[in-house]
């Protein structure tokens, strides 16, 4: 993950190209690219994290990502 600190979903993609431009260069045997932006996004842990909606996952169907966070159904009785 990489903070671009901007709003501008374009210059945060920039910034993210000329970033996968330098790994991928530098680093033969690693090959990176860009997944998915998100603003907001709510870091708790390593590997645990929740991204709110971006233009990306709201295309693709989805709502937000949540990755190593375990939620609780409420809707069930005691």
Same mark, same amino acid.
């Given at each position: 993950?990489?903070?671009?600190?901007?709003?501008?979903?374009?210059?945060?993609? @920039?910034?993210?190209?000329?970033?996968? @431009?330098?790994?991928?260069?530098?680093?033969?045997?690693?090959?990176?690219?860009?997944?998915?932006?998100? %603003?907001?996004?709510?870091?708790?842990?390593? @590997? %645990?994290?929740?991204?709110?909606?971006?233009?990306?996952?709201?295309?693709?169907? @989805?709502?937000?990502?949540?990755?190593?966070?375990?939620?609780? %159904? %409420?809707?069930?009785?005691?």
């Amino acid at each position: 993950m990489v903070e671009t600190n901007t709003k501008n979903i374009e210059e945060a993609y @920039k910034i993210g190209e000329e970033l996968t @431009k330098i790994v991928n260069e530098d680093i033969k045997i690693l090959q990176i690219k860009i997944g998915v932006s998100s %603003r907001p996004l709510l870091l708790l842990a390593k @590997k %645990r994290y929740a991204a709110g909606p971006s233009s990306q996952l709201v295309t693709s169907g @989805k709502t937000h990502i949540t990755k190593g966070i375990e939620t609780v %159904r %409420r809707d069930w009785c005691d």
